[in-house]
């Protein structure tokens, strides 16, 4: 009865210092309501470029209302996200990135354009909802057996957590791991996937440590407690700024070279296990929670894994416009299609620059290598002196 009693008196304690229950809905909340205004946001401005696909103004789209519309909701989305750091764990709201990529998928669903049958509809996209299904269930799991508490984030227990040699280790592996993988990269130039994903996933880590530090002081501040004169704060500040920075680079760079349907499921994982980890570590989000809680959190994560592997996989691929040359066989006048009006044919990538393409759309015939002469009567009766005179250059 004593034990009960003293488990009640400590339970107003924990929550005035670590946070209570109302504190992590708000902050799933928040982060579930970025990410869905993220996805609309992307959506909308997908929708502004996909108009104005062809024209030759590259800035054409920033004097359209729907552009600056995601626009606005882009920032309020990534601003309620940021928020959502200072209330729920860490943990939980990197986590909840499924939700993004589960609402861009859905809307793509919603707004395609193509008339199929529906059995033709569900054997495309069956993967696709299969994918929606286990994101779906993933989140539910990690979100109801996740971490139910974290500590207010004042400057003293930063800096108590950082100088703690869990963290140091910690920070230790992630700085080797991060400069092998780096020197392969540029001096090896093993320009993988998983390289340059490994790379902004590091980069992510410490990108979520310093957000949630930044975005926990400034809550208190706003709440009467002042924080934003300690030094940690810039500290937390600079490194978040840097950190975000270089992580774009990286995934600018794989952008370039490999499909974003693909990074998009790849990124978002490893992304997603390196943030727990971080959380577990610097945070120690997951002290208090029993065998059960953490299996459960593992598995629900797992399942939104395997769903976001399956949407991006399902996911069309967005073949990109490349000048190409073709020359009409009636005319015989070369034709370059360099404006994105139209779309590149394609034969079992048989298809090359200068090719003939006839006019009833059947496969490219290859220019022949020796030709003929025509017949001597259909050619000009006037008498020829010799070969025409071909002038050098």
Not at 129 to 137: I, W
Not at 175 to 195: D, E, G, P, S
């Amino acid at each position: 009865m004593n034990r009960v009693a003293l488990e009640a008196k400590r339970m107003p304690l924990l929550r005035a210092d670590g946070g209570s229950y109302t504190d992590n809905l708000i902050g799933t909340l928040l982060a579930i309501f970025g990410n869905v205004l993220i996805s609309i946001s992307l959506s909308i401005q997908k929708y502004s470029h996909v108009k104005l696909a062809g024209t030759k103004d590259l800035r054409a789209f920033y004097r359209t209302k729907s552009w600056w519309s995601g626009f606005v909701l882009l920032c309020l989305g990534e601003g309620a996200n940021f928020v959502s750091y200072a209330f729920a764990p860490l943990a939980l709201v990197a986590t909840l990135n499924a939700v993004s990529i589960l609402t861009s998928s859905i809307l793509g669903l919603i707004f395609l354009r193509e008339k199929l049958k529906p059995r033709d509809f569900a054997k495309r996209y069956g993967l696709s909802f299969l994918g929606y299904f286990l994101t779906l269930g993933g989140t539910y799991l990690f979100v109801a057996f996740g971490p139910n508490s974290h500590e207010k984030l004042k400057a003293e227990n930063i800096v108590a957590h950082l100088i703690g040699w869990p963290v140091l280790l910690y920070m230790l592996l992630e700085i080797i791991t991060f400069c092998l993988l780096l020197y392969f990269y540029k001096q090896r130039h093993a320009n993988y996937l998983i390289v340059i994903l490994m790379l902004a996933a590091l980069l992510s880590s410490a990108t979520v440590i310093t957000v949630k530090a930044v975005s926990g002081m400034l809550v208190l501040t706003i709440e009467g407690a002042m924080q934003l004169d300690y030094p940690i704060f810039s500290i937390m500040f600079v490194s978040m700024v840097a950190s975000v920075i270089f992580q774009a680079k990286f995934l600018s760079q794989a952008c370039k070279v490999y499909d974003p349907s693909q990074i998009a499921g790849l990124n978002y994982i490893l992304s997603t296990v390196f943030a727990v980890v971080a959380g577990a570590v610097y945070y120690v989000e997951f002290k208090n929670e029993d065998v059960l809680h953490i299996s459960m959190f593992l598995l629900g994560s797992a399942f939104s894994f395997l769903g976001v592997f399956i949407i991006t996989k399902n996911r069309k691929r967005i073949k990109t416009f490349e000048p190409y040359v073709t020359m009409d066989m009636v005319t015989g006048i070369p034709t370059i299609h360099d404006e994105g009006l139209f779309v590149q044919p394609e034969i079992n990538g048989a298809f090359s620059y200068g090719a003939l393409v006839n006019n009833d759309g059947v496969a490219p015939a290859a220019l022949a290598v020796n030709r003929k002469r025509p017949p001597a009567d259909s050619m000009s009766t006037e008498p020829s002196s010799g070969p025409p005179d071909l002038k050098e250059d």
